[in-house]
């Protein structure tokens, strides 16, 4: 699936909807920045390639990493815990 056909989906049963996902890789001289997969929790080196989405909910927007585009498939087909 194109990154682009994410855009306006909602994860299963979360007020949720994707604004967009785009191929990201956050470098800063000195700054090894390191957050969680949002699906599987495995640390991400921003530095390294990965998949940034940004959702929205009741008009707040947060910034999701995923390891690759299974990992958000995955995510978006998943039941909230």
Known sequence: MALS???GRSPTGRDETIV???PHRLWR???ERIE???????QIRLSEKHLLAVVERDGVR????FR???SLS????????
């Open 62 to 65: 947060e910034r999701r990493y």
């Open 5 to 7: 056909d994410y855009t």
């Open 68 to 70: 690759d585009e299974q």
């Open 29 to 31: 001289p000195g700054d």
């Open 20 to 22: 967009r996902v785009v």
């Open 74 to 81: 995955a995510w978006m087909e998943e039941n909230p815990r």
């Open 36 to 42: 969680p997969c949002t699906y599987s929790g495995e």
